[in-house]
């Protein structure tokens, strides 16, 4: 599981490559944090579009990345996911809580 950065004008973008599981999750939400604190962005976007699988632990990384940015008093949200994570993140509601922005042709 990979997690590239990129960051102009406060904006933290994370990419997330491959497949965050129950066996990635820890070690990921770890690597965020540090991310988080080096760059103390104003905004971060989660970027999924490289996911190809994620499981309800992915939902905890993404709630924990919100979290840090809210006390932060910045903003996060999730950008292009794929079919798969989109599915996920339907079944756990949490776009009641993290804007999820949704790439034409995804949803079915």
């Known amino acids: 599981m990979k997690v590239l950065t990129s960051f102009k004008n406060g904006l933290l973008v994370l ?3 491959g497949e965050l599981d ?3 999750s820890r070690d990921v939400a770890q ?3 540090r991310i988080l604190e080096e760059y103390l ?3 971060c976007a989660m970027d999924l579009s490289g996911l190809r699988f994620m499981d309800s632990s992915g939902i905890a990384v993404i709630l924990r990345v919100y979290r840090r940015m809210k006390e932060m008093g910045g903003r996060a949200w999730v950008e292009n996911p794929g079919t798969q ?3 996920v993140l339907d079944a756990s509601g949490i776009d009641r809580v993290v804007k ?3 790439s034409e ?3 079915s």
């Open 22 to 24: 129950h066996h990635e």
């Open 85 to 87: 994570p989109l599915r």
């Open 15 to 17: 990419y997330f490559e």
């Open 100 to 102: 999820i922005n949704v």
């Open 105 to 107: 042709g995804v949803r």
């Open 31 to 33: 690597r965020l944090e």
């Open 41 to 43: 962005p104003r905004d």
